[in-house]
Every structure is written in structure tokens, then in C-alpha cells.
């Protein structure tokens, strides 16, 4: 059975760092595409970061880009979110999710974690 498990979350003020780690179970994540979502209030879920299982190129949302660094670790089966500088608009509930093709096209990821809050204060 595949399953995510999403950690690390917690509140920090802005310019704080957060890592987020995501435990894969069911699979392998080097044989997954494996993405960060996150939803704040009363806006939709966005795709913050993703990593493609056929390269492990990572795609980051432009928002985040040279703040987030998204990685792997295969021994452990985990995937890790480093949030740097983090600012009051990253506060979300943060997600991880796989597909075993990509999580970037539609109807979107198979597997999802469960969210992992994340509050910024100013």
C-alpha cells in the first residue's frame, strides 16, 4: 500500500527556516514522481516543488525559487523540503504527493499525504 507521511511543519517568523520531510512507504521514491502542494485559506492548492522520477530534475513553483530546496534521500525513502527565508505568504498547509508518472499533469498526483501546517509570521 502506498502511503505519505508529511512532518515538520510548524510557526516561525519570516525569515525563519522550516524543513518538511515526506516518509514513503509502498514504494520507492526514486520510482515515483514526487511533489510539495500547498493550500492556504481560502485559496486552491498550488504545486509548490516536484522532482521527476526519470532524471531527478526538480521543478520548483517561481515563487519559491533559490528559497525552497526540494531533495531526496533514497536510502531513508524520503523526500525533504528545506524552506529558507521564509515569508507570511508561504503559511499553508503543505502537502506531499506521488504519481508513478508526474505529479504536474492532470488529473494530478495518485497519492497524498496528509498536510503538514506551516504558519509565517511578520
Known amino acids: 500500500e502506498v502511503q505519505l507521511q508529511a512532518s515538520g511543519g510548524g510557526s516561525v517568523q519570516a525569515g525563519g527556516s522550516l524543513r518538511l520531510s515526506c516518509a514513503a512507504s509502498g514504494f520507492t521514491v526514486d520510482g515515483y514522481s514526487i511533489g510539495w502542494f500547498r493550500q492556504a485559506p481560502g485559496k486552491e492548492r498550488e504545486g509548490v516543488s516536484a522532482i521527476s522520477k526519470n532524471d531527478g530534475s526538480i521543478y520548483y513553483q517561481e515563487s519559491v525559487e533559490g528559497r525552497f530546496t526540494m531533495s531526496r534521500d533514497t536510502a531513508k525513502n524520503t523526500v525533504y523540503l528545506q524552506m529558507n527565508n521564509l515569508k507570511p505568504e508561504d503559511t499553508a498547509v503543505y502537502y506531499c504527493?506521488?504519481?508513478?508518472?508526474?505529479?504536474?499533469?492532470?488529473?494530478?498526483?495518485?497519492?497524498w499525504g496528509q498536510g503538514t501546517q506551516v504558519t509565517v509570521s511578520s
Open positions: 504527493a506521488a504519481d508513478p508518472i508526474s505529479v504536474r499533469i492532470a488529473p494530478g498526483p495518485d497519492y
